[in-house]
């Protein structure tokens, strides 16, 4: 069971990687190449073109900030009716009698509320004990000198995989059966 639970979670952070990730890059890279038409187009040269770069690096986190909420919904909906290991998890309707075989955005808004939330509360469970860790052991005096969304989305990687071990007993919804 615990190797089922590894290989969905790495399917699922692979997914969330490629997807927020591409989907942020070229967001940042659009707002660049607007700011660089909107400029006139000027001649490249090594001064332009780190203008750029800068632009891209300003931009980058808050469009990865955007695209990893969307991604999150999103990426849901792939962890179910997938056999992963001998196992899959099976999304049931409301009443819980039924499986839905065929998962559709609309079905995953109370499951992925439940999850959402038990996202944060680990998220925060994981700021608590990074909090810890650096007053005790760096010279870091709080958190916004360390934090972005870089250690953000390392902690959601981490609480995705002890989510999707605790969703079955969070949501009656959520079923896993093998295949």
């Known amino acids: 069971m615990h190797k089922f639970y590894l290989l969905l979670w790495f399917r699922w952070a692979v997914r969330l990687t490629i997807c927020s990730i591409s989907l942020a890059a070229l967001s940042a ?14 001649t490249l040269n090594s001064v332009i073109f ?27 909906k792939y962890i179910f009716n997938n056999c992963v290991n001998g196992f899959e998890m099976k999304l049931l309707t409301c009443s819980g009698d039924d499986i839905i075989q065929t998962v559709g955005y609309g079905d995953l ?7 959402f939330m038990l996202n944060i509360w680990l998220v925060g469970s994981f700021m608590i004990l990074a909090l810890v860790y650096t007053n005790l052991f760096t010279s870091y005096s709080g958190v916004f000198e360390w934090f972005n969304i870089y250690w953000l989305f390392c902690f959601i990687l981490l609480s995705g995989y002890l ?3 605790l969703l079955g007993a969070r949501c009656k919804q959520v079923k896993v059966v093998k295949c």
Do not use: C, D, H, M
């Open 163 to 165: 989510s999707f071990i």
């Open 109 to 115: 808004l109370k499951v992925w509320r439940r999850w």
């Open 50 to 76: 780190n203008a750029l770069v800068e632009i891209f690096k300003f931009w980058f986190p808050i469009f990865w900030s955007v695209t990893l909420l969307l991604v999150l919904f999103r990426g849901l």
């Open 29 to 42: 890279f659009l707002i660049t190449l607007y700011t660089y038409i909107y400029q006139g187009t000027p």
